[in-house]
Nanobody
Framework: QVQMVASGGGSVQAGGSLRLSCEAF????????VGWYRQAPGKEREAVAA??????VTRYADSVKGRFTISRDGATVYLQMNSLKPEDTAMYYC??????????????????WGQGTQVTVTS
């Protein structure tokens, strides 16, 4: 069974750090692009980071550039989040799909989604 399990969320003060993990079962990231998305209450889901890890090709949203880093260790993909801000508060999701470099932020490119992990940043 193909699935992705996200973890690592929590509550942190502004300026702090968290590392989200997304472990894959039944698939290898060698054949997929990986994305991290987030959705805050009342807002649409948005892409924050994505990568084709075998090249490597990465893309970050302007709002997180320089603060977030996507990486991989075997069957687990990480999102290191530093200098967190209250506006980073959201449910974070990992996703995998056959996205090319120009489609890394196209949500429709991803067909395998993790269950989400909540990140709360307090001021």
């Amino acid at each position: 069974q193909v699935q992705m399990v996200a973890s690592g969320g929590g509550s942190v003060q502004a300026g702090g750090s968290l590392r989200l993990s997304c472990e894959a079962f039944g698939l290898t990231f060698d054949h997929y692009a990986v994305g991290w998305y987030r959705q805050a209450p009342g807002k649409e889901r948005e892409a924050v980071a994505a990568a084709i890890l075998t090249r490597p090709v990465t893309r970050y949203a302007d709002s997180v550039k320089g603060r977030f880093t996507i990486s991989r260790d075997g069957a687990t993909v990480y999102l290191q989040m530093n200098s967190l801000k209250p506006e980073d508060t959201a449910m974070y999701y990992c996703a995998a799909g056959a996205a090319g470099w120009s489609q890394l932020f196209a949500e429709g490119s991803y067909n395998i989604w993790g269950q989400g992990t909540q990140v709360t940043v307090t001021s």
